[in-house]
């Protein structure tokens, strides 16, 4: 096994894990910095596990939080998961594109990338300098994810957790 295979799947294994989390407790008695801060991580580890056999450098790919937008504009070749979603190459990239913003509002949840800005950990200042706490925030992201696009978006990152192997290997 090569090193980036070992770190693909060690990856891919926490990504697994923190969805597994996430899908336990996506439930409105949990509060939404939690649930969201779960499935943020679990799109960045399944971003990396895929980015991890490309072009990028490891070092590049561990030292980063974006990664869930890139492995969606990377995932769409695979013609596995063309041929797993029964769409051409260019549905595909049409049906992602409307996804994206929705993915990149996921990304950006992760502490480093929101900068002083709402994410699902640590608190920040809002505009006129008050301190707000994570668990006191309602993450407009919530509602966004009811959507049709939002459901959708979960409905695939489920899938390709799942069948990543059949997927992208």
Not at 31 to 38: E, N
Request: a positive charge; one cysteine or more; glycine letters at 4%.
């Amino acid at each position: 096994m090569t090193n980036l295979h070992a770190w693909q799947l060690a990856f891919l294994k926490q990504a697994r894990a923190d969805w597994e989390t996430y899908q336990r407790i996506d439930d409105p008695t949990w509060p939404m910095c939690h649930r969201l801060h779960f499935l943020q991580m679990a799109t960045e580890k399944l971003g990396k596990a895929l980015l991890v056999t490309g072009d990028m450098p490891l070092e590049r790919i561990t030292h980063t939080h974006a990664a869930f937008v890139k492995f969606l504009r990377v995932a769409l070749n695979s013609h596995n998961l063309q041929n797993g979603l029964r769409m051409t190459y260019s549905q595909v990239r049409a049906h992602f594109n409307r996804l994206l913003p929705i993915a990149g509002e996921i990304e950006m949840l992760a502490p480093t990338l929101a900068q002083d800005g709402p994410n699902p950990e640590y608190p920040w200042p809002d505009r006129a300098g008050q301190i707000l706490a994570p668990i006191d925030y309602s993450f407009p992201l919530m509602k966004r994810l009811k959507s049709p696009q939002g459901a959708q978006l979960l409905r695939h990152l489920g899938y390709f957790i799942a069948e990543f192997e059949k997927l992208f290997f």
